[in-house]
T-cell receptor
Framework: EAGVAQSPRYKIIEKRQSVAFWCNPI?????LYWYQQILGQGPKLLIQ????????DSQLPKDRFSAERLKGVDSTLKIQPAKLEDSAVYLC????????????FGQGTRLTVV | RKEVEQDPGPFNVPEGATVAFNCTYS??????FFWYRQDCRKEPKLLMS???SGNEDGRFTAQLNRASQYISLLIRDSKLSDSATYLC?????????????FGSGTRLQVQP
């Protein structure tokens, strides 16, 4: 079974530039998450989708971050404009149900904002 | 108060030692609990679920104490390969927000 795919693996941008990350979840998984993990901290939820609808985006900085999941499959996360404090690993995860099931993570995109 | 709290460590233990981590959660109505393992510069992966009755998988034992709102992970006969960060994970109650909530992790370093 193919895992969660993310791209790119690494990205370096200057502050105020824009960047986009892509995620392809495990086939058939209805729930998709984007997490931000800053060095030394646990992953923090940015947004959760159920199919192509948003379940929770309460911690997404909506003035600069946006995410979409068209057709309930692939998802993109965008940052515009980036700030230095956005430097982190952006992890995409998927699960087959919203209830008590394991979430599978992609390898993440390591973003450095300089 | 954080939703999920862990001692960041690091816990430095010799091979063969037994080590235990605790994690506390703030919402008494939380329903599901997990331990994830994260190796350096890798993604988190499920280590084990935590059931009310406790569960064991080889050298790993997880327990839940709902009255005190904490979960624990016990590792017996530590191996060098157990060196990693262990993330405590909680599913909140059904309030419409169902995402996994992570603690900040406890770092374990097993030494030869």
């Amino acid at each position: 079974e193919a895992g969660v795919a993310q791209s790119p693996r690494y990205k370096i941008i200057e502050k105020r530039q824009s960047v986009a990350f892509w995620c392809n979840p495990i086939s058939g998984h209805a729930t998709l998450y984007w997490y931000q993990q800053i060095l030394g901290q646990g992953p923090k939820l940015l947004i959760q989708f159920q199919n192509n609808g948003v379940v929770d985006d309460s911690q997404l900085p909506k003035d600069r971050f946006s995410a979409e999941r068209l057709k309930g499959v692939d998802s993109t996360l965008k940052i515009q404009p980036a700030k230095l404090e956005d430097s982190a690993v952006y992890l995409c995860a998927s699960s087959s149900s919203r209830v008590r099931t394991e979430a599978f993570f992609g390898q993440g995109t390591r973003l450095t904002v300089v | 108060r954080k939703e999920v709290e862990q001692d960041p460590g690091p816990f430095n233990v010799p091979e063969g030692a037994t080590v235990a981590f605790n994690c506390t959660y703030s919402n008494s109505a939380s329903q599901s609990f997990f331990w994830y393992r994260q190796d350096c510069r890798k993604e988190p992966k499920l280590l084990m679920s935590v059931y009310s009755s406790g569960n064991e998988d080889g050298r790993f034992t997880a327990q839940l104490n709902r009255a005190s709102q904490y979960i624990s992970l016990l590792i017996r006969d530590s191996k060098l390969s157990d060196s990693a960060t262990y993330l405590c994970v909680v599913y909140p109650p059904d309030t419409g927000r169902r995402a996994l909530t992570f603690g900040s992790g406890t770092r374990l370093q097993v030494q030869p």
